[in-house]
């Protein structure tokens, strides 16, 4: 399984630190957006063969939501919509090829296993704490977030 991550259009400071920091932990390869338009980005998974598309948008200067589509016949279609409601980045570069995956809130398990983000013994542990997603080495935390699923009702 292979994933694609991308910010949404003029990204600030924090929301590109934060995709780029994520990218080893939800398995993805980022993509520098640009000016790119969502029919582009379709075309390019497909062309590619990305199974899934991961958009990251900003609130008030922060990473603010996760969006993650598919793409058939170049067209996206929404599968999952997650809020960020809490954000912090350590100061210090975050490095680490693989990760160890020590969850216990369902919701993130759930998350991570959406993502196809594997379990193995690794460098550094994803944990949660109080729903808290934390990435640590040791004593040391670089970065913690919080999403909660959205969904959204249908109108008929």
């Known amino acids: 399984m292979t994933n694609l991550i991308t ?5 600030g400071r924090n929301l590109r630190k934060f995709v780029r920091q994520v990218c080893p932990i939800f398995n993805t390869k980022y993509f520098v957006r640009g000016k790119t338009s969502v029919k582009e980005l379709a075309e390019y998974l497909e062309y590619e063969g990305y199974d899934k598309l991961i958009v990251v948008s900003e609130f008030k200067g922060n990473p603010g939501s996760l969006i993650i589509y598919t793409s058939k016949n170049g067209f996206f279609k929404q599968e999952r919509k997650y809020k960020i409601t809490y954000y912090k980045l350590s100061e210090k570069k975050m490095q680490f090829p693989k990760y160890e995956i020590e969850l216990e809130d ?3 398990k759930d998350f991570f296993k959406y993502l196809g983000t594997e379990n193995e013994k690794v460098d550094a542990k994803i944990i949660d704490d109080k729903g808290i997603i934390k990435i640590k080495k040791g004593k040391d935390t670089y970065l913690s977030f919080k999403v909660e699923k959205v969904v959204e009702k249908c109108l008929k």
């Open 106 to 108: 369902k919701e993130n």
């Open 7 to 11: 910010t949404s259009r003029k990204p």
